[in-house]
């Protein structure tokens, strides 16, 4: 199946967006997290056109060839959520199936809420519902045998209480070598880090000490981004080809997007709260597991049975970057639910 190039450009946004199979096919838009791009969709997209969707895949505001906005504030929720809203009106359609990793889970969820008039099902991966506020709401989910309170205030999401605190450190450091780090950041489990989980039920995770090491790439043993030695790219993830394209885009566009879409906690807990009352996903939604994701453990999923009346969830014994490493497995997932629910 072939893959096309898009752009949708509006008064206040540009998107850029991939697309597959036929246009007048149902409707499947696929959301991409940090700091992923519409690319790291591919498997699925040429998956879904075959079986006769419609489907797409955006560069989602501060990434690849859309619009990278000035302000922190513009990567709020609520706008990321009204440049997805755009993007389906432009497509003449009543309905679509929205999926979405790492954050862009939040996006699809939000839409769920806000939007279930243009919902057709919901498939969420690695990210259960109730994620994408402020990281406050989430240090009474952290597992503290794992992550002591002393050693630990913060657990997993130390990292993203970093970006609020040093923001401008964060993507300096980022910025010294983007294609260096895109390598490092996307990669799978090692063996010794399965084997520490399944035996302690549990592996503590790297992001839960990066204000003590003064930034993400202390973590090797090194002052700066810049002196990280080069380590091989993990192909069955990225391909070498993609990690230039990634970073030569990240070396223009900067990081300062992706990035802001950590920042914007209180702003997101505001938009949730425009429902003013408990509300209900009542369309098919699918819940894909990753069983050695080292942030996003299966201890967070707290809220999906609350909030969803049709739930679907599996799980697949995988990293975070699950759409890569196995997209067999998650193609063959989605398309079950999908055959089952539509």
Avoid at 170 to 184: R, Y
């Amino acid at each position: 199946m072939k893959i096309k190039e898009n752009k949708l450009s509006t008064e206040r946004h540009t998107t850029f967006y991939l697309s597959c199979g036929p246009e007048d096919g149902p409707l499947a838009i696929l959301i991409h997290g940090w700091p992923d791009l519409s690319l790291g969709w591919h498997h699925q997209l040429k998956h879904l056109g075959g079986l006769g969707f419609h489907a797409i895949a955006p560069d989602m505001r501060g990434y690849g060839k859309s619009t990278i906005h000035q302000d922190k504030s513009a990567y709020c929720q609520k706008e990321i959520v009204a440049d997805m809203v755009e993007l389906f009106d432009s497509l003449n359609i009543k309905e679509a199936i929205w999926i979405g990793h790492d954050w862009g889970s939040p996006v699809v969820w939000n839409i769920g809420l806000h939007h279930p008039e243009i919902v057709k099902g919901i498939a969420s991966l690695c990210v259960p519902f109730g994620w994408g506020g402020h990281p406050d709401s989430y240090l009474d989910h952290i597992d503290r045998n794992l992550y002591p309170e002393d050693e630990y205030p913060y657990g997993q999401w130390d990292y993203q209480y970093f970006y609020y605190e040093n923001f401008d450190l964060a993507c300096e450091q980022m910025e010294e070598d983007p294609h260096k780090m895109l390598t490092l950041n996307f990669t799978q489990p090692t063996d010794e880090f399965r084997g520490v989980f399944n035996t302690k039920g549990g592996a503590r995770s790297m992001t839960a000490s990066i204000i003590k090491n003064g930034g993400w790439f202390r973590h090797y043993g090194f002052k700066g981004l810049n002196t990280i030695p080069e380590v091989p790219v993990d192909e069955d993830v990225i391909s070498p080809e993609e990690i230039k394209i990634y970073g030569d885009l990240l070396k223009t566009n900067g990081f300062f997007g992706p990035n802001s879409w950590y920042v914007n906690g209180k702003a997101n807990d505001k938009y949730a709260k425009e429902l003013k009352n408990f509300t209900t996903i009542d369309c098919p939604v699918l819940f894909i597991q990753a069983t050695y994701d080292s942030v996003l453990t299966k201890n967070l999923n707290t809220h999906n049975k609350m909030v969803c009346t049709n739930l679907t969830e599996d799980e697949i014994a995988c990293g975070h970057w699950m759409q890569r490493e196995k997209p067999q497995e998650v193609n063959l997932a989605i398309e079950k639910w999908i055959r089952e629910n539509f």
